[in-house]
C-alpha cells in the first residue's frame, strides 16, 4: 500500500497570499495524483488530476506540480472561499486508492 | 448534468447490517468505475470499495468480507450491503464515478452518514 503524507497538517494565511501544500508518497506515483478541496458539510471537489491538470471550472490559481514522489499545491491568491481542507490522492498503484491525511488551510 | 444520491444511512447496532444505495442521473453506472469512500468525524477520507465496469470489484482491508458492492444497471443504482458493522465503520459514506481506470473520482454525491452505536 502506498502511504501519502501531507504536509504541514495546518496552514495559516492571509487573504491574497500564496499558499503551498505539500503531498509525498512513500513510492513513486507516476503523474497519477489529484488534489481535492473538501468544505465542511460537503463533498470532497476535484481540483487537479494528472498532477498538473485543473479540472474543469478550477480557477486559474490553483496550480499543481511535481511526479514521482513529491507533489505541491499551490494557490497563488488566496481568496476567503479558499479557505478548506485539502487532499491529496494516489491512483496508480492500485488498491487500494490511497489519499493523504488532509492540510486545513486557515484564515491567519 | 451528473448527480450522484446517496441514502440508506441511519443509525445501526453493532453487529447489524445496511444497505446504502447511491441513485446516479448523468452517467451510467454500468460502464464506469464507480467507488465508495467514507470520512469518520473529523477524519480523513479513506477507500473502502469499487466496481468497474465489467464487474470486478475490490475492497479495502478493513471491509473485505463484511462489506459487497453492486449494481443494479436497470434502476442506474450503486450499492453497498454492509455487513457485522463495527463501531468504527461510522462515517459519512460518498459514492463517486471515475470515468476510467487509473483515474480520479471526479463526481461524487453528497454522502449518507452511517452510525454504529449500541
Known amino acids: 500500500e502506498i502511504v501519502m503524507t501531507q504536509s504541514p497538517v495546518t496552514l495559516s494565511v492571509s487573504p491574497g497570499e500564496r499558499a503551498t501544500l505539500s503531498c509525498r508518497a512513500s513510492?513513486?506515483?507516476?503523474?497519477?495524483l489529484a488534489w481535492y478541496q473538501q468544505k465542511p458539510g460537503q463533498a470532497p471537489r476535484l481540483l487537479i488530476f494528472?498532477?498538473?491538470t485543473r479540472a474543469t471550472g478550477i480557477p486559474a490559481r490553483f496550480s499543481g506540480s511535481g511526479s514521482g514522489t513529491e507533489f505541491t499545491l499551490t494557490i497563488s491568491s488566496l481568496q476567503s472561499e479558499d479557505f478548506a481542507l485539502y487532499y491529496c490522492?494516489?491512483?496508480?498503484?492500485?488498491?487500494?486508492?490511497?489519499f493523504g491525511q488532509g492540510t486545513k488551510v486557515e484564515i491567519k | 448534468e451528473v448527480q450522484l444520491v446517496e441514502s440508506g444511512g441511519g443509525l445501526i447496532q453493532p453487529g447489524g447490517s445496511l444497505r446504502l444505495s447511491c441513485a446516479a442521473s448523468?452517467?451510467?453506472?454500468?460502464?464506469?468505475?464507480m467507488t465508495w469512500v467514507r470520512q469518520a468525524p473529523g477524519k480523513g477520507l479513506e477507500w473502502v470499495s469499487v466496481?468497474?465496469?465489467?464487474?470486478?470489484?475490490y475492497y479495502a482491508d478493513s471491509v473485505k468480507g463484511r462489506f459487497t458492492i453492486s449494481r443494479d444497471n436497470s434502476k442506474n443504482t450503486l450499492y453497498l450491503e454492509m455487513n457485522t458493522l463495527r463501531v468504527d465503520d461510522t462515517a459519512v459514506y460518498y459514492c463517486?464515478?471515475?470515468?476510467?481506470?487509473?483515474?480520479?473520482?471526479?463526481?461524487w454525491g453528497q454522502g449518507s452518514l452511517v452510525t454504529v452505536s449500541s
Open positions: 463517486a464515478r471515475a470515468p476510467y481506470i487509473s483515474s480520479p473520482f471526479d463526481f
Open positions: 448523468g452517467l451510467s453506472v454500468s460502464i464506469n468505475c
Open positions: 466496481i468497474y465496469g465489467g464487474g470486478t470489484t
Open positions: 513510492q513513486s506515483v507516476g503523474s497519477n
Open positions: 494528472s498532477a498538473s
Open positions: 490522492l494516489q491512483y496508480n498503484n492500485w488498491p487500494p486508492w490511497t
